[in-house]
C-alpha cells in the first residue's frame, strides 16, 4: 500500500489515539472502491456533484431564511409579538393556508411594500395574530383595512 497517496492521508483515530489510513479510518467520509484502494476518478466525481448539490441547497435555505426573518419583523411590528411567536405566526398561516412558508413570508414582505396580500393568507394572518394574542390590534386593524380597502 502507498503510504504517500493523498488518498491515503493519516486520520486520527479517536478510539486509540493512534493515526491510520483512510481506508482503514472508521471515522472516514472518503470513498473507497475496496480496502486499501484509493477512489476513482467516478467515485470522486460523484461525490464532488453530491456537494455541489447540497452546496446549492444551502444557499437556498439561507435565502429562504432571509425572507422568512424579514416577514417575521413585518409579522411582530403588526402584531407586537416576540420573535418566536412571530415565527409561530408565519407557520400557522402557513399550515392553515397550504401555502408553503417562503411563499408566505414572500406575500408578506410584498404585502409590506403597498402590493396585494392573498386574502386566504390575509384572513388566516388576522386570526394567527388574534389568537397569538397581539397587542397592537388597532395598527393591526389599521392595516388590514387598508389592504381590504385596496389602498
Do not use: Y
Not at 435555505?61 to 403588526?78: E, F, Y
Amino acid at each position: 500500500m502507498d503510504k504517500t497517496s493523498p488518498f491515503l492521508a493519516p486520520v486520527a483515530d479517536l478510539g486509540n489515539g493512534r493515526n491510520v489510513p483512510f481506508s482503514e479510518g472508521a471515522h472516514s467520509t472518503r470513498p473507497c472502491t475496496g480496502a486499501g484502494t484509493p477512489p476513482g476518478r467516478e467515485d470522486l466525481a460523484h461525490r464532488i456533484s453530491q456537494l455541489q448539490e447540497e452546496i446549492g441547497q444551502l444557499h437556498c435555505a439561507i435565502d429562504s431564511h432571509a425572507v422568512v426573518d424579514q416577514a417575521i419583523g413585518v409579522v411582530i411590528s403588526l402584531g407586537g409579538l416576540t420573535p418566536d411567536q412571530g415565527f409561530d405566526v408565519l407557520r400557522t398561516v402557513s399550515q392553515h393556508t397550504n401555502v408553503k412558508l417562503r411563499k408566505v413570508a414572500e406575500q408578506i414582505i410584498a404585502w409590506a411594500h403597498d402590493e396585494q396580500l392573498d386574502q386566504d393568507i390575509r384572513q388566516a394572518l388576522n386570526t394567527a395574530l388574534h389568537n397569538a394574542g397581539a397587542i397592537r390590534r388597532t395598527t393591526f386593524r389599521a392595516a388590514h383595512s387598508a389592504v381590504q380597502n385596496g389602498e
